[in-house]
């Protein structure tokens, strides 16, 4: 089955604490700008976001090359140069960010050691996705404290939480038969395995099955809708102008997705009848 891989928004961690800063600086009289204190977030906030997804990378042999180890330090060191000038010692501001990256880390570990295993429920791989990117809540969570409004930041963080589980559960989609080879059972591939057909292998062929003559990427698709309701109701709210086309946008992503593998259902299911058909109807 061909694998499509989904046109994506700009991704909610860097979207949201640009809504944010609008919001707080119309407020204050103040426009937001890309330079400045959001732009030094965001660019440090990226940073971060790269080095730990290259550190991930490495750490699951996705990609490999002792140099990347030195990049993804880099961009570490980068966003910390960052973030220092701008909140320098704040008690406030590293308990938090320090903390961010010890969850993302050890969660890093946890889903290693999930995918590994060959009974893991995905409920709880998905759940894990939560702490996986709490590394991408310090843009949002600086705005919100240089704003002090740390109540509005409780509820971007279940948003972030949501769109992390529904955001890893596309990508485990897309590359279900890319970590199959690497011997790992990602979310994607759990929730399939559990539509197979017991108690045989858990292999591509039987997750392929599954796909293809059950209704599990129905299934799939509505638990993965569920978490972008739930996100979209959780910070709704805040009233932050485009959000609602934001997640339209999202949800079309995902419709797409879901298109294309119903489209290649029927190409596997019903092709030479289909070609068959529009051949005898095609004669003029």
Same mark, same amino acid.
């Given at each position: 089955?061909?694998?499509?891989?989904?046109?994506?928004?700009?991704?909610?961690?860097?979207?949201?604490?640009?809504?944010? &800063? /609008?919001?707080?600086?119309?407020?204050?009289?103040?426009?937001? /700008?890309?330079?400045?204190?959001?732009?030094?977030?965001?660019?440090?906030?990226?940073?971060?976001?790269?080095?730990? %997804?290259? #550190?991930? @990378?490495?750490?699951?042999?996705?990609?490999?090359? $002792?140099?990347?180890?030195?990049?993804?330090? @880099?961009?570490?060191?980068?966003?910390? +140069?960052?973030?220092?000038? +701008?909140?320098?010692?704040? $008690?406030?501001?590293?308990?938090?960010?320090?903390?961010?990256?010890?969850?993302?880390?050890?969660?890093? =570990? @946890?889903?290693?050691?999930?995918?590994?295993?060959?009974?893991?429920?995905?409920?709880?791989?998905?759940?894990?996705?939560?702490?996986?990117?709490?590394?991408?809540?310090?843009?949002?969570?600086?705005?919100?404290?240089?704003? =002090?409004?740390?109540?509005?930041?409780?509820?971007?963080?279940?948003?972030?939480?949501?769109?992390?589980?529904?955001?890893?559960?596309?990508?485990?989609?897309?590359?279900?038969?890319?970590?199959?080879?690497?011997?790992?059972?990602?979310?994607?591939?759990?929730?399939?395995?559990?539509?197979?057909?017991?108690?045989? $292998?858990?292999?591509?062929?039987?997750?392929?099955?599954?796909?293809?003559?059950?209704?599990?990427?129905?299934?799939?698709?509505?638990?993965? %809708?569920?978490?972008?309701? +739930? &996100?979209?109701?959780?910070? =709704?709210?805040?009233?932050?102008?485009?959000? $609602? &086309?934001?997640?339209?946008?999202?949800?079309?992503?995902?419709?797409?997705?879901?298109? #294309?593998?119903?489209?290649?259902?029927?190409?596997?299911?019903?092709?030479?009848?289909?070609?068959?058909?529009?051949?005898?109807?095609?004669?003029?």
């Amino acid at each position: 089955m061909a694998q499509k891989r989904l046109p994506r928004p700009e991704p909610y961690w860097i979207f949201i604490p640009r809504l944010l &800063a /609008g919001k707080y600086g119309r407020k204050n009289g103040r426009p937001p /700008g890309r330079r400045g204190f959001l732009g030094d977030v965001i660019r440090a906030q990226y940073d971060l976001y790269l080095a730990v %997804k290259i #550190h991930d @990378d490495l750490f699951d042999r996705q990609i490999t090359g $002792p140099a990347l180890v030195w990049t993804g330090d @880099d961009c570490l060191l980068e966003s910390q +140069r960052i973030l220092i000038r +701008r909140f320098g010692s704040s $008690p406030e501001f590293w308990d938090f960010c320090h903390s961010a990256i010890r969850k993302t880390i050890q969660a890093v =570990r @946890d889903i290693d050691s999930l995918q590994k295993k060959r009974n893991t429920h995905y409920r709880k791989m998905i759940r894990k996705y939560a702490a996986l990117y709490a590394v991408c809540k310090i843009a949002a969570y600086a705005v919100c404290l240089k704003a =002090r409004r740390m109540r509005d930041f409780r509820i971007v963080s279940e948003f972030f939480d949501r769109m992390a589980m529904a955001g890893q559960a596309i990508d485990d989609f897309e590359d279900i038969i890319e970590d199959g080879e690497r011997g790992r059972i990602n979310t994607a591939a759990a929730f399939f395995l559990q539509y197979g057909t017991p108690p045989r $292998p858990q292999s591509l062929d039987r997750i392929g099955r599954s796909l293809i003559f059950t209704d599990a990427s129905d299934k799939y698709f509505r638990m993965l %809708k569920r978490h972008l309701d +739930r &996100a979209e109701t959780a910070i =709704r709210s805040l009233n932050l102008p485009g959000l $609602p &086309a934001f997640m339209a946008s999202y949800r079309y992503s995902v419709r797409c997705l879901e298109e #294309h593998l119903h489209s290649e259902r029927l190409k596997i299911l019903f092709g030479r009848r289909i070609i068959r058909s529009s051949e005898g109807t095609g004669a003029g």
